[in-house]
Structure formats: structure tokens, C-alpha cells
């Protein structure tokens, strides 16, 4: 079946700018992470959302960065004000259920934030 | 607060032999314990997890690992590599706290014909 899907693949945006990334779980998915990876590091947690609500936004580095999931299946990331800082690999991941659940990953959107 | 350490930035080993890939954590009460692989160009794949019982666990691609809790290590192991194993490792932890996975900086395996 389908995996996880994240577009678009590459985003390249100057600084101060305002972008969306989106991310469609596998179907049936309720649980959905967004992670931030740089190079050399492993995934760094965002937010985690059950259904359409984000039970978990601790990871957000700040409020310039929101995400939203409204039915429960697409996701989107959104980030304002664009930094330099916030260029990395951004990846989504879903999974059946939580805590002892595996994650099932999608490919990822490299942001470059020139 | 709730950690993961990979020792190693890179394991090298030869096709045919046994490799270990090292994690150690620190996490409050019972943890959750995961490997994940990342091959080029490809989305982070699960290969096995502790949840709880045997501490031996078996997953993907003949990957096994060991928890144990006295030395807070979860290390994966293979009794043979082989070339396709070649790729970019995580070691993952999560607690009953939370929903937040912490992941480690992973470790390079490079196996060699």
C-alpha cells in the first residue's frame, strides 16, 4: 500500500519568507509526528498529533513554527519568518497508535533557506 | 530527561562477519526502545523494537537486539553482514511520560566485501 507522502521534496525560500509542508499518513494512521533532521543528526521531535489534535507541541523551537492536522488525516507545517536556521530535512511520520507503536517515515522535505 | 547516546560515528565491518551497533539511554521508568535504518535516498525505516518480555528481539533483515536494563543499552546486532547492510543506523527511546521519540545521532555501518 501507499507509504507516507511529504511535498513538495525540496523548498527553497529567502529569509523571512513563509512556507507549508505537508504530509499524508498512511490511511488509517491516527498518530502523526513531524521531525527536524540536520545533517549529521538523528530526527529531532516537533509536535505529535492523536486524531486532530496536537497532543504533544513541546519540540516547536518557537512560535514561529505551527502545525495543524483538521481531519485528522493531512498535515501541514507551517513557518513564518523564515530563518537561515530553520534550513534542514523535515520529515513526517505516522503510525497506527503511540508510545509502543513503530513510525513509519515519509522521504522528507529538504527546506533551504537562503 | 530522557536521552540517547550512539558511541560510534561509524562501525566497519567485513562481509560475513558478526556487527554490533551500540546505544545506550537514560530514560525515568520503563523505556520503549527502537531501531530505525536509513538507507541513501530512502525515508528512515523501523527494524525492531522492546516493548517488554524477552530481551532478546528479533526484527527485519536478520537484525536482532539486546536490551538490557542493568547497563541501559539496547545494542543491535547481525550474525553476519552483509553488503546491503551498508547504510545510516538510529537508535530511538520514548517514555510513558510522553509521546516524544529521542533519537540518537546514528552511526555509519559500512560493510565491506
Known amino acids: 500500500g501507499a507509504g507516507v507522502s511529504q511535498t513538495p521534496s525540496n523548498k527553497v525560500t529567502e529569509k523571512g519568507k513563509y512556507v507549508e509542508l505537508r504530509c499524508d499518513p498512511i490511511?488509517?494512521?491516527?498518530?502523526l509526528y513531524w521531525y527536524r533532521q540536520s545533517l549529521g543528526q538523528g530526527p529531532e521531535f516537533l509536535i505529535y498529533?492523536?486524531?486532530?489534535?496536537?497532543?504533544?507541541d513541546s519540540g516547536l523551537p518557537n512560535d514561529r513554527f505551527f502545525a495543524v492536522r483538521p481531519e485528522g488525516s493531512v498535515s501541514t507545517l507551517k513557518i513564518q519568518r523564515t530563518e537561515r536556521g530553520d534550513s534542514a530535512v523535515y520529515l513526517c511520520?505516522?503510525?497506527?497508535?503511540?508510545?509502543?507503536?513503530?513510525?513509519?517515515f515519509g522521504p522528507g522535505t529538504r527546506l533551504t533557506v537562503t | 530527561a530522557q536521552s540517547v547516546a550512539q558511541p560510534e560515528d561509524q562501525v566497519n565491518v567485513a562481509e560475513g562477519n558478526p556487527l554490533t551497533v551500540k546505544c545506550t539511554y537514560s530514560?525515568?521508568?520503563?523505556?520503549?526502545l527502537f531501531w530505525y535504518v536509513q538507507y541513501p535516498n530512502r525515508g528512515l525505516q523501523f527494524l525492531l523494537k522492546?516493548?517488554?518480555?524477552?530481551?532478546l528481539v528479533k526484527g527485519s533483515y536478520g537484525f536482532e537486539a539486546e536490551f538490557n536494563k542493568s547497563q541501559t543499552s539496547f545494542h543491535l546486532k547481525k550474525p553476519s553482514a552483509l553488503v546491503s547492510d551498508s547504510a545510516l543506523y538510529f537508535c530511538?527511546?520514548?517514555?510513558?511520560?510522553?509521546?516524544?521519540?529521542?533519537f540518537g545521532a546514528g552511526t555509519r555501518l559500512f560493510v565491506k566485501a
Open positions: 511520520a505516522s503510525s497506527l497508535g503511540t508510545i509502543t507503536y513503530e513510525q513509519y
Open positions: 490511511s488509517g494512521h491516527t498518530a
Open positions: 498529533f492523536q486524531g486532530t489534535g496536537a497532543a504533544d
Open positions: 530514560v525515568s521508568g520503563n523505556p520503549y
Open positions: 522492546y516493548i517488554t518480555g524477552d530481551n
Open positions: 530511538a527511546v520514548r517514555d510513558l511520560r510522553g509521546f516524544k521519540t529521542i
